[in-house]
């Protein structure tokens, strides 16, 4: 059982930025990721990160979101920068077991954070 906590969600302008935190409770070699949802719409992924390293983003996210994972304290991180209204969503952290990670699906991930709000005023 991976157990996540997250943290960083805050209110912000838009065009700047925030630090989203994930620890992992236990587990270092696993495969992590972000999903997001906005009220009324689907959940959706915004980046993964797997066992080899491999980090894989949402098209909407590219070269302002930027993934890493600290192995020694099992946290992952999420660098958002230049964000904007639409980015406005509850992020949430994913873990699984898998050892690799081709695209950022929900339903590939097994444990789920309780979720952190981020907010972009316009």
């Known amino acids: 059982q991976v157990q996540l906590v997250e943290s960083g969600g805050d209110s912000v302008q838009a065009g700047g930025s925030l630090r989203l935190s994930c620890a992992a409770s236990?587990?270092?070699?696993?495969?992590m990721g972000w999903f997001r949802q906005a009220p009324g719409k689907q959940r959706e992924g915004v980046a993964a990160?797997?066992?080899?390293?491999?980090?894989r983003y949402a098209e909407s996210v590219k070269g302002r979101f930027t993934l890493s994972k600290d192995n020694a304290k099992n946290t992952l991180y999420l660098q958002m920068n230049d964000l904007k209204p639409e980015d406005t969503a509850v992020y949430y952290c994913?873990?699984?077991?898998?050892?690799?990670?081709?695209?950022?699906?929900?339903?590939?991930?097994?444990?789920w954070g309780q979720g952190t709000q981020v907010t972009v005023s316009s």
């Open positions: 236990g587990y270092t070699y696993i495969s």
């Open positions: 990160i797997d066992t080899y390293s491999s980090t």
């Open positions: 994913a873990a699984d077991f898998r050892r690799r990670v081709f695209d950022i699906l929900a339903g590939d991930f097994a444990y």
